[in-house]
T-cell receptor, first 111, second 115 residues
């Protein structure tokens, strides 16, 4: 699975959009980009995944660059409850094994 | 809500004792995963099951660790002769096989403290 690089921490004002970047310059053609988050003292929670096209669900949007070497997770209207560590993971689609987590980005949403 | 449950939520034990944790996955999920997480780090994979078969084990899973999923439903993770370095959060996750292979649903974890 390709390696990912994320900023260690970010701040966002409540109600504003939170844009979390992820670099995955060695991604291969059959690898998907997944995002999970972990709120303090809880298990990780799946957010969204994508291959090439931009994706949106009820939680977030995922923007993947055309060369697929980087992506951005967008939380459109961040709330205090979005304060968490966000993990960007790259893995082969339909991979049947484990997730490889890095250290992620600690997002702090401030009032 | 019938999400992934783990028991106990917290365990304090003395070095050298054995401990066992239980994970109950989402009922229709046939894959079950165990991860370990230490402070400030992301979760690290330990092992996973498809139904009752243990298909992969990490090199982190020393011979003091054993995991079972006897009937393809709940799973147990046992640590024998605990060491202080075993202190961590132990997370369980499950997924639904091919249809839901992208999403792993995690439990709340069991926090182990070895004194």
């Amino acid at each position: 699975d390709a390696k990912t690089t994320q900023p260690t921490s970010m701040d966002c004002a409540e109600g504003r959009a939170a844009n979390l970047p992820c670099n995955h310059s060695t991604i291969s053609g059959n690898e998907y980009v997944y995002w999970y988050r972990q709120i303090h003292s809880q298990g990780p929670q799946y957010i969204i995944h994508g291959l090439k096209n931009n994706e949106t669900n009820e939680m977030a949007s995922l923007i993947i660059t055309e060369d697929r070497k980087s992506s951005t997770l967008i939380l459109p209207h961040a709330t205090l409850r979005d304060t968490a560590v966000y993990y960007c993971i790259v893995r082969v689609g339909r991979s049947q094994g484990n997730l490889i987590f890095g250290k992620g980005t600690k997002l702090s949403v401030k009032p | 809500d019938t999400g992934v449950s783990q028991d106990p939520r917290h365990k304090i034990t003395k070095r050298g004792q054995n401990v066992t944790f239980r994970c109950d996955p989402i009922s229709e999920h046939n894959r079950l995963y165990w991860y370990r997480q230490t402070l400030g780090q992301g979760p690290e994979f330990l092992t996973y099951f498809q139904n009752e078969a243990q298909l992969e084990k990490s090199r982190l899973l020393s011979d003091r660790f054993s995991a079972e999923r006897p009937k393809g439903s709940f799973s147990t993770l046992e640590i024998q002769r605990t060491e202080q370095g075993d202190s961590a959060m132990y997370l369980c996750a499950s997924s639904a096989g091919l249809a839901g292979i992208y999403e792993q649903y995690f439990g709340p974890g069991t926090r182990l403290t070895v004194t």
